[in-house]
């Protein structure tokens, strides 16, 4: 499995049984969107892509999925940015491939709930916006929310490039570095292969 980062919060994730792409939105580049065999997974209304730039399977809402023996588990939450403190208009997801256990935080509030943590459950990799802003999860929430779950990866998201223009300006990735005070390293992509021992922050290039 492979894990890539194209900018903003959208990832994509390759393995032999799925390709999996998280909030393609309208200011990253996707090429894989095209793809009809792509799993396209949505964290909320806000970031969803234009209908008719897609041709994979749309998941944008909360519920259990299963693609190719891959599971999927929407699970709902507020959303940043939303007015109502009490609606849950944002999903998380937590997916399975194999033996590994992804978390994709999305754009919500910090910490997680109780619940929230146990519909998760134990999870190896935890990909979470970081860039704040009042836009999302900022790098303290971040940290706070990464604390919670204790996995061994964490690929931080939708943080400040000169190449992708935000609604807001968002915090820079160190900052994010620098709050959780953790392993860090940098690389093209991360491979999963085998997690590292020492809990570990991989900042990911940006790819089109």
Known sequence: MEIEYRGANCVVIKDKKI??????TNNVSVKEVKNPEAVI???GRNFAPKADDLQGFIIDMPGEYERNDVSVHGIPVRSHIGADEQAKSSTMYAIEIGNIRIAVIGHTVAPLSDDDL???GIVDI???????GGYTLDASDAATIVRQLSPKVVIPTHY??????????QESVDTFVKELAGA???M?????????ETPTIYELTRTT
């Open 118 to 120: 146990e519909s998760l």
């Open 126 to 132: 935890v990909i979470i916006p970081v860039g704040g």
């Open 184 to 186: 860090h390293e940098k």
């Open 19 to 24: 390709l999996l792409v998280i909030d393609p």
């Open 160 to 169: 400040a490039d000169s190449h992708i223009k935000y609604e807001v300006p």
């Open 41 to 43: 997974l949505v964290t």
């Open 188 to 196: 093209p992509a991360f491979k999963v292969k085998n997690l590292p």
